[in-house]
């Protein structure tokens, strides 16, 4: 763990001098649910989210399943979240995890099915802990209690009615830090508008553009549309990324992007949706840590058995380059908790 004084405020030392200026002071900085819950809004919002689990569209499945009376499917959920651990993440993005680590709550179960899941154990089975709503609300108060930057809520997708019932008991009980979706945008837009103004960061990982490759590999024909129209939305309710004078992240979209075998094309178009559609200001990190993994063995999805190359991982950086995007540059030692423009 490395101490306050050590961490460079990334604003402060590496932001080029051409870069806008994405910065609010701490002192100003007060989470979105806040106002929500002094209107009354937030506990409105937990209780409209319920009336979503009646007939479960929550995600873009659409199963239609009674959740309410602990029915399920796709995603293996019924009435309550399901926690498989929660802790202070320190493998997070440097914005996000600080000197004292992103207070990281992983959801058990996924609705995408994606075949090279390297969290195969949680993503497709029930693991953990059921979480009620004191339960779920209890673990944000031990993050924040053990200093964490932040509550980053992992595969939040199928579980959206149940982090919204548990925030107000939250926030009565003290809650302050701000939150964060961290998702594989696999999302319903009726989901996303339930959080909006109750998010501070979405960080969605765009996977491909490609439907045929969707299919194959994620089990979601339709998920490019949808992680299209949720990033736009998610860009439209919190905007691009600012830190506070730490170089923390406060507010924003965050966006990731796991590199694929043979996947460049892909790869390009994202970039370039994400400068032209949604904003030239996003940030992205471009991930290198690919590894068969999952479903995906020689004699299974062998398009995607086997590790990214150098080559692929810079046209990557290079797309990303070329449309301007801001990256976070995790792999330079000299820049490790740098963001820079490549
Ligand atoms: S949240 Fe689960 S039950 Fe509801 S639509 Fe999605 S996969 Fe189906």
New binding site residues.
Partial sequence: MIGESEFIPILKTTMSAAAPTFQINSEDFEPAYMKLFRTGELYHRSREGLKHLKS????P???E?D?LNDE????K?GRYAWVSSHFPHFGEEDCLRGWNGSGTIFFSMC?LKCVFCQNYDISQHRDGVEARPETLAQMMLELQERGCHNINFVTPE?VVPQILEALPLAVQMGLRLPLVYNTGAYDSLESLRLMDGVVDIYMPDFKYWDEGLSAEYLKAKKYPQAARAVIREMQRQVGDLVFDENGLAKRGVLVRHLVMPDNAEDSRRIMRFLAQEVSPHTYINIMDQYRPAGKVTPNRYHGINRRTTETEQQETVRAAREEGLYRFDTRNPTAHRALVRP
């Fill in positions: 479960c569209k929550v995600c499945r659409d199963c399943v959740r399920w499917a796709l995603c959920t609705n199928h």
